[in-house]
């Protein structure tokens, strides 16, 4: 019986991890963190195992009191990290702070905390770097995305991967990063999901890469896993679904049109100052244009982790575009 | 369905790795690889009249490389061993051509050949699919063989090892190909700066192909696997050392092809 620390828990993914912690007879409680009061942040009902706490992570002496207050009292034995911003179009000093400020203060702190022997970490596959030199097909030793002309949020998720993997085997805890796919869900900071929402999907004439996504459950089943597992390492999290991007597209139910780059960037820019749409094209380009698939093996060899839940291709064109309204964790 | 009853009979029996919605990891569909059948069914049969020696060497199931040579300007003898190895193999296989980085990078062309097979020539791709038992199809010339002068025709350029420690470390054998014909099909006169992801604009003699015959010949395969250990796909001289054999295989199928053949068209 184990007690864990979620953060950023009033994201559909956190949220979801928090019900299925619940629902694990091995916890024994869960301490959920979000920096919105409760009623905004978690739907689930009061339970003794639950305890609450509206924290603002980017203060370093918020989350030394989290971690040697609440978390200590409770015996918290593994950290789940979710908090991120989910906006890519977010980006200066406090933004990261919460992508990689956090995390470091956390793994900090961990060290010389006397119950926490384990810190899982949400990492991204947006990390990898994308080229026609690479395999479509990446295992954890892929070449990161490094450039130093990348969004700021490619930058503070490729720093804040490195920042966990820099820790295991020095820190006392076991540290997990979980380099998951995205998923194709509202309010997961899905650019692709944005890109869906479009009333006219637009990509690059003559090519269509292969993706990989993911569904909520199945990145929520492998956190669960890294949580009551042993060991650390870096994992990739792939989803169910592998297909060519225009196959998602269609399967999705939006119509699309392939076009040459030069005119989709602006045209994406214009949807984003007149609807306040996510998708960055800028961002994305090299992923529009060559495959990226992660390959799952060490995770299904050592979390015996296999994605099994499809994305249910048919409510995609009923999820309505209010829902993909991106906020601060 | 368009094409012959032996078109559609491949089509059939042919087998890969479903990802879920119809391709594989890496892009392939059997859509793609049938009409790939259909295309180069009338080259194959009318235009190069290609003949096979060999072709029991050819594997049924498991990981292999075939090692080629490479010539001809443009890639028809990848597109003519393709054919070649889809219609001689029992069920038939989609040969996963390693492709030159620019290729994959090409509009359009990058994403049709990924449909029939074709991946970028990583070392990460090419161990993906022999670790899921797919049949490599490689030419160690690259890019230069394929852009070779005339006069250099049937002299094996520099034979490149990257295959020779895949099949190493994996345990596949090397079936070495020799292919005599495409050599001598579109001269080269000059060649150009490439631009973009191209590496050069070759200028050929011919507008196209002429239609030389072809001669595909399967070598026995060299089994790696049985005179290395895994751990020597490290050692460069070992690497080397099967390199050069699959070299002289490759070499010695071209001397028997054109001491076979009665000409150039024939």
């Known amino acids: ?329 | 369905m368009l094409g012959n009853a032996d078109t559609a009979d491949r089509r059939a029996r042919f087998k890969y790795a479903d990802a879920g919605h119809g391709y594989d990891r890496f892009g392939l569909h059997p859509d793609y690889v049938a009409l790939a059948d259909l295309v180069t069914g009338p080259f194959y049969e009318r235009y190069f009249r290609v003949r096979t020696y060999g072709s029991e060497h050819l594997p049924s199931s498991g990981p292999a490389i075939v090692a080629a040579n490479h010539s001809g300007t443009l890639p028809f003898d990848a597109s003519m061993l393709w054919a070649d190895i889809y219609r001689n193999t029992s069920p038939p296989r989609a040969a996963r051509a390693i492709a030159d980085y620019f290729v994959t990078g090409l509009p359009m062309v990058g994403t049709t050949f990924s449909r029939t097979g074709m991946v970028g020539g990583s070392r990460g791709n090419a161990r993906a699919l022999l670790q899921e038992g797919e049949l490599l199809m490689l030419f160690p010339e690259g890019t230069v063989g394929i852009g070779k002068r005339f006069s250099d025709r049937y002299q094996l350029q520099e034979w490149r090892q990257g295959h020779c420690e895949l099949a190493i470390r994996h345990g596949a054998p090397v079936i070495p190909v020799g292919i005599v014909g495409p050599e001598e099909q579109m001269p080269q006169l000059a060649r150009l700066p490439g631009f973009g992801p191209m590496p050069y604009v070759p200028i050929p003699a011919t507008l196209f192909p002429m239609p030389v015959r072809y001669h595909i010949y399967y070598g026995e395969p060299i089994a790696l696997q049985n005179q290395f250990t895994p751990e020597q796909a490290d050692d460069p001289d070992v690497v080397s050392e099967a390199a050069l054999q699959v070299k002289t295989a490759v070499h010695e199928l071209l001397q028997q092809g054109l001491a076979a053949r009665d000409g150039v068209f024939k």
């Open chain 1, 1 to 329: 019986m184990i007690a864990v620390l979620v953060t950023g828990v009033a994201t559909p993914i956190g949220e979801q991890l928090v019900r299925s912690l619940m629902a694990d007879t091995r916890v024994r409680h869960v301490l959920a963190v979000s920096h919105l009061p409760r009623a905004q942040a978690l739907t689930l009902s009061p339970s003794p195992r639950l305890t609450y706490l509206q924290v603002d992570l980017t203060q370093t002496r918020r989350v030394r009191q989290l971690v040697f207050g609440p978390a200590r009292d409770l015996g918290v034995e593994v950290v789940v990290h979710l908090a991120q911003h989910r906006s890519a179009r977010s980006a200066g000093r406090k933004v990261h702070k919460l992508n990689v400020e956090a995390l470091r203060s956390i793994l900090d702190l961990t060290d010389r905390h006397p119950t926490i022997r384990r810190v899982v970490v949400r990492s991204h596959a947006e990390v990898y770097k994308v080229d026609p030199h690479l395999p479509v097909l990446v295992t954890e030793n892929h070449p990161l995305n490094l450039s130093p002309r990348a969004a700021q949020f490619v930058r503070d998720r490729v720093e804040a991967d490195l920042t966990a993997c820099a820790r295991m085997g020095l820190s006392r805890a076991e540290i997990v990063v979980l380099r998951c796919a995205e998923a194709l869900a509202p309010g997961t900071g899905s650019q692709l999901f944005d890109l869906l929402q479009a009333p006219i999907a637009l990509r690059p004439a003559g090519f269509d890469p292969m993706v990989n996504v993911a569904t909520i459950a199945d990145l929520v089943s492998a956190m669960e896993r890294a949580t009551h597992g042993s060991g650390e390492g870096v994992f990739n999290v792939p989803g169910y679904d592998t297909l060519p991007m225009s196959e998602a597209i269609r399967k999705w139910g939006t119509p699309q049109l392939p076009a040459p780059g030069p005119i989709i960037e602006p045209l994406y820019a214009l949807r984003h100052r007149l609807l306040g749409s996510e998708f960055s094209y800028g961002m994305n380009r090299r992923r529009m244009h060559y495959g990226l698939v992660l390959d799952g093996s060490r995770a299904n060899n050592e979390l015996r982790y296999a994605p099994s839940h499809p994305i249910d291709w048919r409510v995609g064109g009923s999820i309505e575009a209010s829902h993909t309204t991106t906020t601060v964790i």
